[in-house]
């Protein structure tokens, strides 16, 4: 049963139809709804614990909710909540199983999932999700705005750290290709070992300094390149890809990072290619949040993955 109590924010009923919020319009998502946006929770951090960083980002899917409650509804499709995948006694491996069941049941069903983690542990069980989905069919890319290229080896287990090795190590064993984007890269942030690691995969990297609007036009080459090579894709953003005075609450904030201006255009872009099948947002923790920026930041990504 999806919790409905946190949809709730101003009504102006002056103003109609013209004056809806996202908490008039979600709805709980039940099998063979209209085709639509489902917002799906993961409620975990025990990736973050794992990796050593600051937990806190299980409470991430409720702020994100509470901060798209009252934010103005602009969507043209419904919009659905499925409510949460939960990380019981610490078996994160158990709760990627139950998130790529969930996520590839809401893809079978027509809709967009729409994952709001979390820690970054999410992209584990959100790409198996869609690769349940698809079963070999088309050929997919991950793009992946992040300060970390989260291709750490497992040691000796799955954390937020190693979700990207993970697919790699799919990948081979299926004998699917490795296409990976990862876009915001701080070099401070990742050892030799990981952009070795990164070239061996052939992941395309552009490092956050690169992140310019003077280098916009590149960036937008760039992307189009690595779109037009694949079938389907995965959108995962790192909220500590952005500067640390947009995004204070994550666990590793962004000592310079890359602007909100300038990823929101790369993500229109992405979206316009039509083949976005799948999209989350991964790190907020509400705990280290500074007057609720952050979860609004996140708020307005959403808004901008659906427009």
Known sequence: MVDMSVWQGRQDPEDGELALRWH?????WQPGVAKGVALLGFACDEGVRRNKGRVGAAEGPLQIRKALANTAWHGQRPAWDAGDV????????????????????LLADGQFPLVLGGGHEVAFGSWSGLNRHLAGRGRVGIINFDAHLDLRRKAPRASSGTPFFQIAEQCQIQGTAFRYACLGVAETANTQALFARADDLNVWIVKDEEMTERELPSLMRGLNAFIAEVDHLYLTIDLDVLPAGQMPGVSAPAAHGVALSLIEPLIAEIRASGKLRLADLAELNPSLDRDGLSARVAARLVHQLIK
Do not use: F, S
């Open 86 to 105: 939960d990380c019981l006694d610490g078996d994160l491996e158990a709760a990627h199983d139950q998130l790529a069941e969930r996520v590839a049941a």
């Open 24 to 28: 008039d319009r979600v709805q709980p």
